[in-house]
Every structure is written in structure tokens, then in C-alpha cells.
């Protein structure tokens, strides 16, 4: 039996992997603050299921109460593989960095990095405790490699994201365990966070106009695409390799 946990899920990318996930008959547990009734449906017509969790990601004790909860239930016995793909995230605040409030680093921070890194810690010690395998993606940005006007906020977060990953892959390995943990970069695809990007001001964001071009140029990739770039990597697990960066660049 497969579980995947997937953060997210209401929309976009997160909707679309449930999607492929149950379609090979996985049991999804999805993480938003709203779900998506369309997925239900769609684990009706499969030999998947779906259950959805309502937490909001910038409260630390729904996410500790809510995760503690899935993880109970999917590391049992009768599991193979437990999969858990961070892929919530929000971009906000866009502006430069004297105009960030308290509240909106606080919601950004524990959103983007400090909910992937309590649920990591949580599934960690139910995977080595009771010897199911673990496989962890965590969604990124390629601004986790560069500074961009109007971006500090997420770019650190994406940094600070793909620094934890890649400790917690290292020690894993050391460890000797059977879990791996993975970055996966969608690059650029056409959601509604892409839509709060656009609607910036370009004395808020300079490179504002280029994601205009974007979505004029149909450069902007649909999320079933993607999504399916990540779960040819994820439906392998022997074939996963533990702290690497995977790109979707690398497979369109």
C-alpha cells in the first residue's frame, strides 16, 4: 500500500498531483485550507482514494496536530512507501524589503519553510520507527539562486529550503536509512500565483513585465504537466536519487 501526503492541493500543481497520484492508486491524504471536490470525483472513477485535511501551513500547531494525525495513520504495516511532497508555497509579500509587515514575513516563513521543516521532522521519526520507507519532494524556485528586486522574501525562504533539504538527504544517507529526500523545480507554470506576480507594480517588482511576457508568449507550462515530470521520478523510488536537485527543464 502507497500513501502520498501532498501540501497544497486545492489548486494548481498540488491538484494535479493528487490527481496522477490516485490514478495509480495511491491513497492521497491532500493538506490545503480549502479543498477541491473535484478530487473526490476523480478518486471515485480510480482505485485511489482521497482524503482531505483542512490546516492552515502558517499555524505551527494545526500543521503539528494535523500531520501527527496522517502519520499515524500511513505508517503502518501494510505500507511500501510514504510519499511526501511539500508543494505549498506562496510568493507574497512581493515588494521591497522596508516594506515587509511582521505579519507577512511570519505567514511567508512558516509557509514556505518552517511547516516543510516540522512535517519532515514528524514523518522522519515515524519512518525510522517503524521501518517504512520515506520520500520526500520539496518544491523550489530557481530565485533560491539569486537576489530579485521585490523577491527577498521568497528567494530566502527557497534557499533556506533547498539547504535544509539537502542536510537532511546527507544525514539520511549517513544514517543509513531507506528514506530520501529530493528538490523538484517547476519553473514556470500558469497559476494563480503567477496571477498575483503579474498584478504587481513594477516599483514592487521590476522583473514584472517579463512575467506579463510570459503569459502572452504561452510560455507558462499547465500544472498536469509538471505534474507528471515529478511523479516519473517519484513512481521509480529505487531510481530516486537521495539530494538531488531535479528540474522539470531537464525532462521538456
Known sequence: MKYAVITGTSRGLGASLAKLCMEQGMHVFGVSRQTDITLEKVANNTSGTYEHHACNLANVEEVEKVF???????????????????????????????????????????????????????????????????????????????????????????????????SVALEQEQLQTKNKVILFDPSIMDTDMQGEIRSSSKEAFKDVEQFKQYKNDNKLRDTDTVAKVLTSVLFNPEDVINGKYYSVKDFL
Open 68 to 166: 501527527t494525525t496522517i502519520a499515524d495513520q500511513v505508517f503502518t504495516k501494510e505500507t511500501t512507501y510514504v510519499y511526501l511532497i511539500h508543494n505549498a508555497g506562496i510568493v507574497n509579500p512581493i515588494d521591497t524589503s522596508d516594506k515587509h509587515t511582521i505579519e507577512a514575513i511570519n505567514t511567508h516563513t512558516h509557509v514556505n519553510l518552517i511547516a516543510p521543516m516540522i512535517t519532515t521532522s514528524l514523518f522522519l521519526g515515524k519512518a525510522i520507527q517503524t521501518d517504512v520507507p520515506l520520500i520526500i519532494a520539496n518544491v523550489t524556485s530557481g530565485a533560491a539562486d539569486r537576489s530579485v528586486y521585490g523577491w527577498s522574501a521568497y528567494s530566502a525562504s527557497k534557499a533556506g529550503l533547498n539547504r535544509y533539504t539537502e
